[in-house]
């Protein structure tokens, strides 16, 4: 199931995040977040934290390839895969750890995972549009019929 | 007192000893560049296990260089924190087990800290209070050093590090990783006028960063002439981007001097070897006033004598570790 929506800023993409975070709140899974560098992969990574209620200054995960937000109650777990060569290395960085947590896991150039067949709560892509370069297209897919439900009402 | 540091929080493997926090009798580094460049960065499993690889000889080649013995070693330093946790693992243990087996002090250094310290051998007068720049891959803060154990953290990035955004540029535009050094290179050849990219300053009293509007500016312009079969020379793209992220990290940072009445601004950490960074720099520091520190390039990049001789302030103020010192992948400062 999909669902597609157009923001015309980074701050309409962190809004639209934030709204998202609302719905992944009482949720736990995999989120693929995919687009090109800049984007705006991190952008809505902080709207969605910030939606969930966690206070939080979201940076880039590039460096650190695994950022973590909020406390044991509720956490989001914030990664990006690029610099990552085989499913070893998944191990490596504690993704079985963060999976048994129950969090919302979000997961930036997720080939890794898509090749192993992880079957994730949602998948975000942000693609830009031409001509107009502070536009981006969302497209969210999900087999999750009352997430879909509730991302439709969002307009 | 002499501290035997170990340093492997990314790409390089480290060793140093270290006299009383200042004098760097050796500092041993491996530097993995080469493994990675063909991955366009730093892959944290081949990270970790050329560490396990490479530790041992760097400690073997450090003591016999230097003609020391353990016994003539003081405590064992190991940055615990931030970095990669398969890596900073690494050195983390072998420092609890020479700790253990030596039974001498260990002492956990905070890795941004270490970076601060680079200035203090490169300086031997250098002493707090200054304000610092701390630019590197993972890492963009203005830090005001009170004391060597003391730091007020006044601005940091929004988003990516100034050193991340040089690599994603450096990437887009073909340059090999790490793209700090290529692109400060092509800068030198390239336009810095040829195009105007945002400089972004967020409120006007704000001392963070934000530098991912920046890297998408650069790519908006790539793709545009691409579809407009534009030509482009990267080397102007290189320049002109430069030039942007300099504007910010040298206005912020004098702003942040005058602001603070501190008279000494010290650059840490990887991007500190940007020529471009240096003389920018110093020249509109120096206008108001303001004297600027850097170390030399062997300091600015990851190593151990960082870390030996901000341990060496560490132990002064007592802070000293156990044998269940963990690393910290997200170590903070403060």
């Known amino acids: 199931m999909k ?46 934290v910030k939606g969930m209620g966690i206070t939080a200054q979201v940076t880039s995960p590039t460096f650190a390839l695994v950022n973590e937000y909020g406390d044991k109650s509720i956490k989001v777990v914030h990664m990006d895969l690029y610099r990552l060569l085989d499913f070893d290395e998944l191990e490596e960085i504690g993704f079985d750890d963060f999976l048994r947590d129950g969090s919302i896991i979000l997961v930036e150039w997720p080939d890794l995972l898509i090749e192993n067949r992880y079957e994730p709560l949602a998948a975000l892509s942000l693609s830009r549009v031409e ?23 969002l307009g | 007192m002499k501290i035997l540091a170990i340093e492997s929080s990314c790409d390089e493997t480290s060793i140093a000893i270290v006299e009383d926090g200042r004098n760097v009798i050796i500092n041993k580094i491996y530097s993995q560049i080469d493994i990675h460049k ?26 016999t260089e230097s003609q020391l013995t353990f016994d003539d070693i003081d405590a064992i330093a190991v940055t615990h924190g931030p970095g990669l946790v398969g890596a900073l693992l690494v050195g983390v243990s072998a420092a609890k087990a020479l700790a253990y087996a030596l039974n001498k002090p260990l002492i956990g250094v905070n890795h941004i800290e270490g970076h601060i310290a680079a200035n203090y051998i490169q300086f031997p007068d250098l002493k707090p209070p200054f304000l610092t720049l701390v630019v590197s891959g993972g890492h963009t803060y203005l830090i005001q050093v009170n004391a060597y154990e003391s730091y007020t953290i006044l601005g940091r990035t929004l988003d990516d590090a100034a050193g991340e955004a040089f690599d994603k540029v450096a990437r887009v535009l073909g340059y090999p990783y790490p793209g700090g050094p290529a692109i400060d290179q092509a800068a030198r050849e390239g336009n810095a006028e040829a195009v105007k990219f945002p400089r972004v300053f967020l409120d006007k009293n704000s001392f963070d960063f934000s530098f991912s509007g920046l890297k998408s500016a650069v790519l908006n312009y790539i793709n545009h002439c691409k579809q407009k079969n534009i030509e482009f020379k990267r080397e102007d793209i290189a320049a002109s981007f430069q030039a942007a992220v300099l504007d910010v990290l040298v206005e912020k940072t004098c702003h942040c001097a005058k602001k603070t009445g501190l008279k000494k601004v010290c650059i840490a950490g990887g991007v500190s070897a940007n020529q471009g960074l240096r003389t920018r720099m110093k020249k509109q520091a120096g206008e108001e006033g303001i004297t600027v520190y850097y170390p030399d390039l062997v300091l600015c990049t990851d190593n151990a004598a960082m870390i030996g001789s901000m341990a060496y302030y560490d132990y002064q103020a007592g802070k000293t570790s156990d044998l269940y010192l963990n690393a910290e992948p997200g170590l903070n400062i403060e």
């Open chain 2, 38 to 63: 063909k991955y366009g960065g730093v892959v944290p499993e081949i990270a970790s296990r050329n560490h396990v690889i490479k530790l041992p000889y760097v400690l073997e080649s450090a003591l």
């Open chain 1, 131 to 153: 001509g107009e370069d502070d536009s981006r297209i969302i497209n969210l897919k999900t087999e999750d019929a009352s997430l879909i439900e509730r991302v439709k009402q």
């Open chain 1, 3 to 48: 669902w597609q929506y157009k923001t015309t800023t980074p701050e309409a993409t962190r809004h639209l995040g934030e709204k998202l975070g609302h719905i992944f709140k009482p949720l736990s899974g995999i989120v693929y977040l995919t687009g090109d560098l800049g984007a705006g992969k991190t952008a809505i990574t902080q709207g969605i």
